[in-house]
Nanobody, 130 residues
């Protein structure tokens, strides 16, 4: 089973940037897809992006395509989510999760966010405030 630990959150100013990390432990990671999810205060968890570790292909939620970039360093077993031009609404907890297979499209990402299936980290808090 894959275990995930998120890091890199904190307090940031609007317009700034952050890079979140998701470090995985376990074997056969290249058979997994890793997703990033955002839960804003008082709101449901939403899918942000996903990467298929076998080939590095990515999927983004429509709302994330402009400012979010997901990448992976397979040698370090670490996945990254870079957030540019931070907005107040980026505030919340960011989770990464692992599931065997591929990312699917944006709709699959939405379903994943709602189902909670797979292995999940405990999240990292991002607060965007001036």
């Amino acid at each position: 089973e894959v275990q995930l630990v998120e890091s890199g959150g904190g307090l940031a100013q609007p317009g700034g940037s952050l890079r979140l990390s998701c470090t995985a432990s376990g074997s056969n990671l290249n058979t997994y897809a890793i997703g990033w999810f955002h839960q804003a205060p008082g709101k449901e968890r939403e899918g942000v992006s996903c990467i298929r570790l076998s080939d590095g292909s990515t999927t983004y939620a429509d709302s994330a395509k402009d400012r979010f970039t997901m990448s992976s360093d397979n040698a370090k077993k670490t996945m990254y989510l870079e957030i540019a031009s931070l907005k107040l609404e980026d505030t919340g907890v960011y989770y990464c999760a692992a599931e065997r297979g591929s990312c699917g499209g944006e709709y699959v990402l939405k379903l994943w966010a709602r189902s909670g299936l797979g292995s999940w980290g405990h999240g990292t808090q991002v607060t965007v405030s001036s």
